[in-house]
């Protein structure tokens, strides 16, 4: 009978001990914050672009990327509006674009999945250095009189490679040539992994104990 009861403490101190580790894996697990989303003092809103990758080789698939970070006490966040003149690069899909509440700020994104196989983006040597056009955000302001503001971003610097020789491009004619057409989607899941990962060693802690209360048992 006290083995049975000694049993039965280690298996309630294993419950808890996995549900405890659950807990804080949602606790980490919780999406904060993040020091991008959060406006320093004064700041009514925040500009910032992303090229990914910033060295391409000629052809590839190339990812803009426009992150708006606004107040919306001051800026009113339907009235913003971001625009991009990327060419000669065109689009490849149509732009995506979310906005979502972070603390006491909005964050607003769109994201261009661009490609360049033309004359202009084809590099003289081994590599050229291409500069695009600023992103525009247009926005109106509010809890005062109402104005209508503009920011421009410049985007970092691209660094194209080429796969051919200039001289097997005619410049003013549509390159005969593409690179691979298929972008992979971005993974999804529909747990977070490290609830994931913290369940599953909770689950495993808690059949080893159950293993070994049935030893103590037999």
């Known amino acids: 009978m006290r083995r049975r009861g000694i049993v039965l403490v280690a298996m309630l101190a294993v419950i808890g001990v996995a549900a405890a580790t659950v807990a804080l894996a949602l606790l980490a697990a919780s999406e904060g914050p993040r020091q991008a989303d959060v406006l320093a003092g004064g700041e009514e809103i925040r500009v910032t672009t992303r090229l990914e ?117 005619d410049t003013s004619e549509r390159a005969p040539y593409r690179a691979d057409l298929v972008t992979l989607p971005e993974p999804t899941t529909h747990l977070a992994p490290a609830l994931l990962g913290a369940g599953l060693a909770a689950a495993a802690a808690l059949l080893a104990c159950l293993g070994g209360a049935l030893l103590a048992l037999a």
């Not at 992103?135 to 005062?144: E, N, Q, W």
Request: hydrophobic share 45%.
């Open 53 to 169: 990758p910033r060295l391409p080789a000629f052809g590839d698939t190339v990812r803009a990327t426009v992150d708006v970070v606004l107040d919306p006490r001051r800026v009113a966040p339907e009235s913003v509006r971001i625009a991009a003149e990327l060419a000669p690069w065109e689009l490849v899909v149509r732009p995506r674009e979310e906005r979502r509440r972070v603390g006491g700020a909005i964050h607003a994104r769109v994201e261009y999945l661009v490609r360049c196989t033309t004359g202009p983006c084809l590099p003289g040597g081994a590599m050229q250095a291409l500069r695009l056009p600023p992103a525009r955000v247009s926005y109106t302001t509010r809890g005062g009189p109402e104005e209508r503001r503009v920011v421009r971003a410049a985007w970092p610097l691209l660094v194209v490679s080429s796969r051919l020789a200039a001289s097997a491009l």
